[in-house]
């Protein structure tokens, strides 16, 4: 995967700072040629994965840091994309126990990592050795499959 252009955007923890992220990203999207279903599902997935800073990693509290980076990438049989990097200072969590709730679990809410995983092409959360919590994730134009 070759990376070429990039966009970075430093907002608050608030959900106020959410639509100017949403926009950058329907930009970015529409001119790598993401069909309108592939562009709505990265803007949920990207939502979702700063709802769950906002929510989990800061506990609410509005004025924390978030970093995201959206960047282009040439990935499999030449597919444009978008890789996106979401970097809180956060708490941490191991990695390997971040799980969807039950889908039979019906009620609001909780559902943000199941989101991230059917969207996204590929997505991968990590503990950077400063702190906080690092999920990169990276959804191809066309047709794909999750991995993680």
Not at 36 to 59: P, Q, S, T
């Amino acid at each position: 995967m070759s990376e070429t252009s990039s966009v970075e955007l430093n907002i608050a923890s608030n959900a106020k700072s959410l639509p100017v992220v949403r926009g950058a990203v329907e930009r970015m999207a529409a001119m790598e040629g993401f069909c309108e279903k592939d562009a709505h599902g990265l803007m949920l997935a990207i939502d979702e994965a700063l709802a769950n800073v906002i929510r989990h990693g800061y506990d609410g509290r509005p004025d924390q840091p978030i970093a995201i980076r959206l960047t282009t990438v040439t990935g499999p049989n030449e597919r444009p994309g978008i890789a996106v990097e979401v970097r809180d200072k956060g708490r941490q969590v191991d990695p390997a126990t971040i799980q969807g709730r039950d889908l039979d679990d019906v009620r609001a809410g909780g559902l943000g990592v199941h989101i991230i995983r059917t969207v996204m092409d590929e997505y991968d959360y990590s503990c950077p050795p400063a702190g906080g919590m690092l999920l990169r994730m990276v959804k191809y134009v066309g047709p794909g499959n999750a991995q993680g």
